[in-house]
């Protein structure tokens, strides 16, 4: 049914964090439900909850467990601003389309914070301030023509001279632009959270078990199963990260490998704030702090696939990060305690693909995260939750697979 991928090699810094463990019963018998979610990392949670708090009944399945695939690779910045700069993506999109986008990235993380909070859910959540560093792809003058455009759309943008980055926060770069409100948490305990608190309202888990073959029939779906049991629903929804189904179409997607380091913890040596940092250079570096002091720093981004090659450059990469965190805070003490490499997708525009596949309107899709997985997770869960429960989402041309 789909191309199977290691997503991740090495040892995460989350794994020194104990998430609850999520329980995930064996399938024995065919079975029925409204929705079958295949996929249990933040995505697949992500839906999972928002259609059991509309009532739907679901069951979700996956190939390894829950928690197990590309979540735990993630570094979990959790940012509005999108990979593509408002202004590059105006130049693709159209002004209209590209704000819109931006505008529902921002609504997005308020109401992600607002869920966590609401659903009490323990995931080290904080909001943060960011900073967007001048680099090799946005020079201070398009920086500031950037800052000018977010607040154009209604996104508060502060532009940072040189000297005010270094008065503020310490850090030695020709700009930046600041901005408020993006958030840093704990992945695996807020998919852990949103599975548990699903469990409760009676969704039903079963893994590891394979989605190995997808039938239509009138009014629902029949997927048969690695285990021989199989699940039938009136809807399908496939959130398997960057392993792709295929039935999904052909679309500007592509697989990119990417790395992380974690240092010891040493809360007394992290920046003014906190602040998440990202650069807007090629290839990408991003670095945030965890809520007890340890520092994280990713990037080094290459467009291949091959799992053997990039755990294999993981000793050398994470040489790299170091050296460039290094660079920015030389107080810092930059040894790795953790190192890791991951997969992910991503599109042209940078913006995912999230909806309902062309000619299958009970199938629903999300795909092609970038560096916003877990944002455009929270907007997968809006649009797919109101798709099957019959509403329209305003926003949703933006992301559909066929989209003008």
Request: net charge positive.
């Amino acid at each position: 049914m789909k191309r199977k991928l290691d997503l991740r090699g090495g040892r995460p810094v989350w794994f020194s964090y104990r998430a609850s463990s999520v329980p995930a019963g064996k399938l024995t018998r065919d079975v029925k439900t409204d929705v079958l979610v295949v996929g249990m990392g933040v995505s697949g949670a992500m839906a999972t909850e928002a259609l059991t708090r509309a009532g739907h009944s679901v069951i979700c399945i996956d190939r390894r467990g829950p928690l197990k695939g590309s979540t735990s690779a993630t570094t979990a910045l959790v940012q509005f601003e999108l990979d593509q700069p408002l202004t590059k993506l105006s130049a693709s999109k159209g002004k209209a389309d590209a704000e819109q986008a931006w505008r529902r990235s921002r609504l997005a993380v308020i109401n992600l914070s607002g869920r966590v909070a609401e659903l009490g859910i323990d995931c080290s959540l904080t909001c943060l301030p960011s900073l967007y560093l001048a680099g090799n792809l946005l020079r201070p003058a398009e920086l500031q023509e950037e800052a000018e455009a977010r607040r154009q759309a209604g996104i508060a943008a502060t532009y940072l001279t040189r000297q005010a980055l270094a008065e503020r926060f310490g850090i030695h770069r020709a700009a930046a632009i600041l901005s408020h409100g993006n958030l840093a948490l704990d992945p695996r305990k807020l998919t852990a959270g949103l599975l548990l608190r699903s469990l409760v309202r009676k969704a039903r888990f079963h893994a590891p078990v394979e989605a190995t073959a997808i039938e239509h029939g009138r009014g629902q779906i029949s997927v048969g199963t690695s285990l021989g049991p199989t699940i039938t629903a009136q809807h399908l929804v496939l959130a398997t990260g960057y392993e792709l189904t295929d039935l999904i179409p052909a679309t500007a997607h592509r697989i990119v490998s990417t790395w992380a380091i974690a240092t010891g913890r040493q809360a007394d040596k992290i920046w003014p704030g906190a602040a998440l940092i990202w650069e807007a250079s090629d290839p990408y570096l991003y670095i945030r702090a965890t809520a007890d002091g340890r520092v994280i720093c990713g990037g080094e981004d290459e467009d291949f696939t091959d799992e053997t090659r990039r755990d294999a450059l993981t000793a050398d990469k994470s040489k790299r990060l170091a050296a460039k965190l290094g660079s920015l805070f030389p107080r810092l003490d930059v040894g790795p305690e953790f190192a890791w490499a991951g997969s992910f997708g991503t599109t042209t525009s940078g913006l995912p693909y999230i909806g309902a596949l062309p000619g299958h309107p009970r199938v629903h899709a999300v795909m092609g995260y970038g560096g916003n997985g877990i944002t455009f997770s929270q907007i997968a869960s809006e649009i797919v939750a109101s798709a099957i429960g019959g509403r329209d989402d305003t926003d949703a041309e933006l992301f559909a697979f066929r989209r003008s």
